[in-house]
């Protein structure tokens, strides 16, 4: 449970700074994009070296393939990423209501200047390149667990300023999760493509990084 717990809390850290970024501080692209790769540092800095530091199920799904982590615990921590998601974008909602803003206005994502297709791509690119910098830098053949967190929240903060004004820039399908929930509309019924394309994307990821020798 502990192992649950760290995950659940790493990605309501990341949701609820990333998208109070957002919202309640009305940032922009570059704030923006430090706030998500800051929060995923402080998490797997804080939380990681009890779960491994997930917090997104397109990781754990990339994970699992590789066979650092099992089915059950890898069912665990997906089931406690979507809940961290979920209950961080219900106290960003609750602050966004106080502040008298559009509470369907949540940092939820969505692709409203691009074709369904390009945005499907945009984001399984994206969230290739990012499990590549975290499957390579976490091997144990020849990674770098000092540095793996800020490594890790440095290649999100950059991919995130990439693809925010094509896509939003989600790479985890609980960050998108949470916020559309709440918010509902276009972002709730284009979900499925934030679910779908990280997913895709991590699977292309975990059988690359296999070949790149970054498993035993």
Not at 99 to 113: E, H, I, M, N, S
Request: charged fraction near 10%; charge should be neutral.
């Amino acid at each position: 449970m502990r192992k649950y717990a760290a995950e659940f809390m790493g990605t309501f850290m990341l949701v609820f700074l990333g998208t109070g970024a957002v919202t309640v501080a009305a940032g922009n692209t570059l704030t923006i994009g430090l706030a998500f790769g800051l929060a995923i540092t402080i998490s797997a800095y804080a939380f990681g070296g009890i779960s491994g530091g997930h917090f997104n199920p397109a990781v754990t799904t990339a994970m699992l393939i590789n066979r650092r982590i099992d089915g059950r615990d890898a069912a665990g921590y997906m089931v406690a990423q979507f809940l961290g998601a979920t209950v961080a974008s219900a106290c960003i909602r609750l602050f966004v209501g106080g502040l008298g803003l559009a509470t369907t206005q949540l940092g939820q994502t969505d692709f409203p200047k691009i074709s369904t297709g390009l945005a499907f791509v945009v984001e399984t690119l994206v969230t290739f390149l990012f499990l590549m910098v975290i499957l390579n830098v976490t091997s144990d053949r020849h990674g770098n667990g000092d540095f793996a967190g800020l490594t890790i929240g440095i290649t999100l903060a950059f991919l995130i300023i990439v693809a925010l004004n094509l896509t939003g820039g989600s790479l985890n399908p609980a960050r998108s999760f949470g916020p559309a929930i709440f918010a509902g509309g276009s972002a709730l019924s284009h979900l499925w493509l934030y679910i779908v394309a990280p997913e895709v994307g991590a699977i292309l990821a975990a059988f690359a990084a296999r070949l790149m020798g970054s498993e035993d």
